[in-house]
């Protein structure tokens, strides 16, 4: 399915954010003004703008640690500074600063944040998933009607993380009860160092779903319309109380598992391999030869990006540190704990 | 109106009155619908509320999960762990999720949920079955642990724990499910945070929780003939710890003897050891005495299990040498 000229011409303008918010946390993690680990997401636009894309803003997303993508276009435009200077720990951060790159979270978009152990979330996300599978069968307010669509959860996570036994828990309890959930398997090859094949049987991941009898898919993870097309055939099915769906969206990381990292694992050439495959020039390119865009539009949307971006940097580099005794705050809802 | 009702029916009863006046309160866990749980006490829920309450598989990661994520959006979850030991399963969920996320969300959103955990020796099931797994949770901020020791704070406390904003792990001894005490038929809860000042005493303060109260309550009469006046504090609340009524009943009495189930190395009876040190050195009359098991897996034998968990003896050995300190 070929998306309509304008919604091709948006998400390449989503996937450019993403591009050029990642080459900014990147510079400000290397001089050392971000601090903590990064995980960038360049290469991957595809498939966390493509999921976005085909989800509404109700429904509750679940971005995994190389999620900058996801998480900056679940938040509206106005908030979308606010996750950039989560990361740069700037108390104007959507959290404040508590969290930085592996948790930001903004609730009111229903991105529910990343949980820095692997796996975590995919067991949380049955939390998300469950409620409204629980309000309709009890028909509380606002859930009374029989044909009301459920809120869909998609929860992020990598070819690694599959590993973790909490997915196949997740797998299994949701296929058991038809949870509304997409399981967005970013499979880019490594888990660190570690190549897919070395850590399971398969040759495709989305083959372990089968056993759980969820519908499973394997896709280019860099053909945003393609990605688009699967989440919302995933999403429609979630709605209307069918279940699950794991979908495995084949991608690569341009760059190491975490800013600084070498990647000395990776046989050559196979990166450039996969650079001829960006996401973004496959679209680009797309949107000039079928659409008919000329270079001058393209060019016009690069710097509005460029200018947004610079934006964003601009309000994270200003903005001050959350204070130190802040950081008592929240352990519990209902009680203080004690500062120094 | 009261009546004598056991400490599982007590549970049984406050989830039954608690589901009834709120409907976000749902039952999840291995066999806790169409059985009524392992140990019955959750009997009777599904049958009036087919939509609230869900046998799982055996997946406790999955379960304390969508405990997690269920709270976040409103729901208010009571998960059963069949036994307590089984915490280790879903650990991670536990203190790096539901501990973390109202940090994470900024005061926004907690993980309001409790998780009935099945706990204690004595029952010849061996160290798999019979673990104290408090001391495993406490060093989590975020966290609260429940202890009650019997039917009228079961109920109290159960209903303060699925109403409490944070995660709780509500410990049920499965030695105490029989026993009986006087309960309300009325809905009420008992607020979190309290310890209990169980009898008021001058001479020694004993910390008891759960089955070690009747220890507690059998020395202090004990004792009472000897001239003894013993104060007793049942936490209740064993995480955070009610440190104020503590620290201010050994401020008086100038003695502390603690009655722990679990092994003694970092027990809670040590958090209260050091807090008394660190608080109030100068009123202190005699070393703190700690009564706890062994410091070895719960065995399987009885003569054995007999052996290595706390033994009252001791408990009155411990108030005779603080005494004479
Ligand atoms: C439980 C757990 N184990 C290990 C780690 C450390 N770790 C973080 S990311 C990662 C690799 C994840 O690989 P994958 O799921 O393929 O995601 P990718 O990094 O490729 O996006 C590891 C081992 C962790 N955070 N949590
Ligand atoms: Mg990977």
Request: aromatic content about 10%; charged content about 25%; hydrophobic content about 40%.
């Amino acid at each position: 399915m070929a998306l309509t000229k304008d919604r091709l011409w948006k998400v390449y303008r989503d996937m450019v954010l993403i591009r050029r918010f990642e080459e900014e946390v990147e510079k400000y993690a290397q001089n050392g003004t971000i601090p903590g680990f990064i995980h960038l997401s360049i290469g991957q636009e595809a498939a966390q703008a493509g999921v976005v894309e085909a989800l509404k803003y109700t429904d509750y997303k679940f971005p995994d640690h190389r999620g900058h993508g996801a998480i900056v276009l679940s938040s509206p435009q106005e908030r979308r500074k606010n996750c950039m200077s989560e990361i740069f720990a700037k108390e104007s951060g959507i959290n404040h600063g508590r969290g930085g790159s592996m948790h930001v979270n903004d609730l009111e978009a229903r991105n529910m944040g990343f949980n820095g152990i692997q796996g975590s979330t995919v067991v949380t996300c049955l939390g998300t998933a469950f409620d409204s599978y629980y309000r309709k069968a009890n028909k509380m307010e606002g859930w009374e009607a029989d044909d009301k669509d459920l809120d869909v959860t998609a929860v992020f996570m990598g070819d690694g993380t599959l590993g973790e036994g909490t997915c196949h828990e997740s797998l299994n309890m949701a296929a058991t009860w038809n949870l509304p959930i997409i399981y967005c398997l970013i499979n880019n090859h490594y888990a660190i160092s570690t190549h897919y094949t070395e850590s399971h049987p398969q040759q495709q991941l989305s083959t372990w779903g089968k056993g759980y009898e969820v519908p499973s898919f394997t896709v280019d993870g860099n053909d945003i319309e393609a990605v688009i097309e699967i989440t919302e055939q995933a999403a429609e099915r979630a709605r209307k109380g069918e279940g699950p769906t794991l979908i495995e969206f084949m991608t690569y990381r341009w760059q190491g598992h975490f800013s600084g990292d070498p990647a000395a694992y990776r046989p050559d050439g196979e990166l450039e391999a996969w650079q001829a495959k960006c996401p973004l020039l496959q679209t680009k390119k797309k949107l000039m030869e079928v659409h008919g865009y000329s270079e001058e539009e393209l060019d016009a949307l690069h710097a509005e990006v460029e200018e947004e971006i610079q934006g964003y940097v601009k309000f994270s580099l200003e903005s001050p540190s959350p204070k130190a005794e802040d950081a008592m705050k929240f352990v519990y809802m209902d009680r203080e704990v004690e500062g120094r | 109106m009261t009546r004598k009702l056991s400490f599982s029916g007590a549970i049984n009863e406050a989830l039954h009155q608690e589901m009834e006046r709120d409907e976000t309160v749902f039952i999840l866990g291995e066999d806790v619908a169409k059985m009524g749980g392992d140990f019955g006490i959750t009997k009777g829920i599904w049958e009036k509320w087919p939509n609230r309450a869900y046998d799982t598989a055996l997946s406790e990661q999955a379960i304390l999960g969508l405990c997690n994520g269920a709270a976040v959006c409103g729901l208010k979850p009571v998960a059963e762990l069949m036994f307590a030991d089984f915490v280790g399963v879903c650990y991670d969920q536990l203190i790096n999720n539901a501990a973390k996320l109202c940090y994470m969300y900024d005061g926004q959103a907690s993980a309001q949920i409790v998780v009935r955990a099945v706990t204690g020796g004595g029952i010849r099931c061996a160290y798999h079955h019979s673990q104290c797994i408090e001391p495993w949770l406490m060093n989590i901020p975020g966290l609260v642990i429940v202890a009650p020791s019997n039917a009228y704070e079961a109920k109290g406390l159960l209903v303060g724990s699925i109403r409490n904003q944070n995660p709780v792990v509500f410990l049920e001894h499965k030695l105490l499910y029989n026993t009986k005490s006087e309960v309300p038929e009325e809905l009420y809860d008992i607020e979190l945070y309290k310890a209990k000042v169980v009898k008021e005493g001058s001479d020694i303060t004993i910390v008891a929780a759960m089955t070690m109260m009747a220890f507690a309550e059998k020395a202090a009469k004990e004792l009472e003939k000897e001239g003894i006046s013993v104060e007793i504090i049942n936490p209740l609340t064993i995480f955070p710890l009610d440190k104020e009524t503590i620290v201010d009943s050994v401020a008086k009495t100038g003695r502390l003897v603690v009655v722990q189930e679990g092994p003694k190395v970092m027990g809670y009876a040590a958090e209260l050891g050091a807090m008394v040190v660190e608080d109030i050195f100068e009123y202190l009359k005699a070393p703190l005495k700690r009564v706890t098991s062994l410091d070895v897996p719960v065995p399987f034998a009885p003569v054995q299990e007999d052996y290595v968990l706390p033994h009252y003896d001791d408990v009155i050995k411990a108030c005779h040498e603080v005494m004479a300190f």
